[in-house]
């Protein structure tokens, strides 16, 4: 074997360990660090963070407005409520917000913008707003995984 062609390989190899090692940590494990109250903390820029709390906000409102829409029996106002926090809601996240969450909290969640989705369809389907209701506890479940597995510290402040 040639030392120009040993040499080559022996690059491409490193090259190519050198972008997995990056893709486990953009895809997997995102930017953590310990914390206090056995959550993982991720740690973020102030305005990340901010984005972040805007979206958990915009669940609530959709969430006020499922509960008020079933409530009064106005299913399609139900489905509009849980479809503007659907997946349709995402994709203008940051890539390098992205690459900080780590794959639980993604897999959480983006299932939660979906499950608000199939809770739309579910109730456009069966007209049954008290169904709705059930299935909206299934998606309160997913919030509180979250909310008890992950929190967000800022860059400054991480240990």
Not at 10 to 34: D, H, I, S
Not at 75 to 99: F, K, Q
Request: proline fraction near 3%; include cysteine; hydrophobic fraction near 55%.
């Amino acid at each position: 074997m040639r030392l120009g062609y040993k040499i080559s390989l022996g690059l491409n190899l490193l090259l190519l360990a050198a972008l997995a090692a990056g893709a486990w940590l953009f895809l997997v494990q995102g930017n953590v660090t310990a914390s206090t109250d056995d959550r993982t903390a991720v740690v973020v820029t102030a305005p990340e963070r901010d984005m972040v709390l805007g979206d958990m906000r915009a669940f609530l409102v959709a969430v006020q407005a499922i509960v008020e829409a079933a409530g009064a029996g106005d299913i399609p106002a139900l489905a509009t409520a849980a479809r503007s926090v659907g997946m349709a809601a995402t994709g203008n996240e940051p890539v390098a917000l992205m690459g900080k969450l780590p794959l639980g909290l993604k897999t959480l969640g983006f299932g939660t913008h979906a499950a608000f989705d199939t809770l739309a369809q579910n109730a456009e389907t069966s007209g049954n707003g008290a169904a709705a209701l059930n299935e909206l506890g299934d998606v309160l479940a997913m919030c509180t995984a979250c909310h008890a597995s992950y929190k967000f510290v800022l860059e400054a402040s991480a240990p």
